[in-house]
């Protein structure tokens, strides 16, 4: 095994990707050491169970201090208070990372706590499931999945590099942009689409239960696949919500405006209009479906 | 092989249901003869390339005329130009049905003109995939699938049971509900859902072009789930949307109450609102794959 990159990686957050980097790290033997924190004793103790790290606190800044890299695996709303809280155990030349899904506004809670000399570069790997916890992890969450950086300025290269050969060895390709864009590229291709599943399932469980338990018979007429995406974790997506509104709202409200006008096309029976949109939005299915060839009957 | 249940089944439209009729009704030996026929002589030609078949026509008349069973496989919108077509040709003692999304639309175009003597029963297959055309049908597509007969009154019940039994040997499961109970079950469980996929798809695709092909290179995030609705037959979602109007518009109005309510929610940052929405919908994930073993990993 070659030699490892890292040290002492602490994981701060063991959840659905804190569980899934240990196992990744343990396997491409990618530290020497790795610390595990979590707020909550319960977590801790299961992700103990499942032996995902060398050793377990509750205390972040026990599990930061000596660590040459830090990967804060929390909810957007918990990055701010993390920082502060491992702040004085930070290392000099250590680096500092997430991989949360609202770049700005982590930026924004967690610079002001970063010490000099300490390489912080915020990160977010688009990997997720439906599950979340310590025992939803597995080593291929990132297999293939893009992780998109999104350095603040004056970011070392060096460090950038060494935490994106860290992340390519876990299985991840590597893109980097400006935090403003990265929220609002995952609020149309990652927020709205899970606030919608979010609406449409909310929707349907509104029914009366007789209507309720029928929806649930035959959710494989369509309903089924909006189903994945609701079951997503409610504080991160709490979160995400919160902490990238402005994007979110805007895409919100562009696809109301469509909405409206494609109801008002049903109401008033102008078939053609519904034709056409309905023929172009296959062309952008062809597209997803050739970039993954595992796609085939995805859904079904 | 048991006798043939029908000595001669025409299959009027022979798309990806009627195709996947016409494979079925082979290998399971349900018919002694086999009539496709198509509006399109492109894709009868195809049918006839791919055996579907004993004989083909684009004259739906020329394929009912002798038809102990006739499967009208058509879009909604083109169900009364059928059975007026084929109304002369109407033998005697036949079972006439229809495998459409939107019921009683299809009773008011086709029951006006069912002679006397003829058995009318509305049936819709609750099977579908993205693809369209005879080439993509298959054998085992209603392989576990519920079909609805939404019987008119006075149905003869010898010819319910017999029908029954035949998509029961398709492989379907059969269940009977009354015409405007399925349009409004279908409208939450199917149409809401493929609209509201067609929808978010085609905001995407307004998006400048840059941050177009960002979606799809970052679809697996989220959006991806949606693609494969939107990717269905446009003709036949068209006529869906105008056939069941009513129904549809009233699951939109319901719909967008409630995006209203959570856009709000998320622009006044009222987290507790959006948390309750996100932890409601995770029961019903549990019922969905609850119900459907293969669904583990659905739509990763």
Known sequence: MSKPMFENIALVGIGLIGSSLARVIRREGLARHIAVASRSAETLKRAKELKLGDDYTTDARKAARGADLIIVSVPVGACGAVAEEIQPALMNGAILTDVCSAKSSVIAQMQPHVPEGVHFIPGHPLADTEKSGPDAGFADLFDNRWCIF???PDTDPDALERLSEFWRRCGANIDTMDPQHHDMTLAIVSHLPHIIAYNIVGTADDLQSATKSEVIKYSASGFRDFTRLAASDPTMWRDVCLDN???????LVRFSENLSFLQRAIRWGEGGKLFDLFTRTR??????????????????
């Open 150 to 152: 999104t350095p603040v």
């Open 245 to 251: 509104k402005d994007a979110i709202v805007e895409m």
């Open 283 to 300: 062309a952008v299915r062809r597209s997803v479906v050739g970039q993954d060839v595992g796609l085939a009957d995805f859904g079904r």
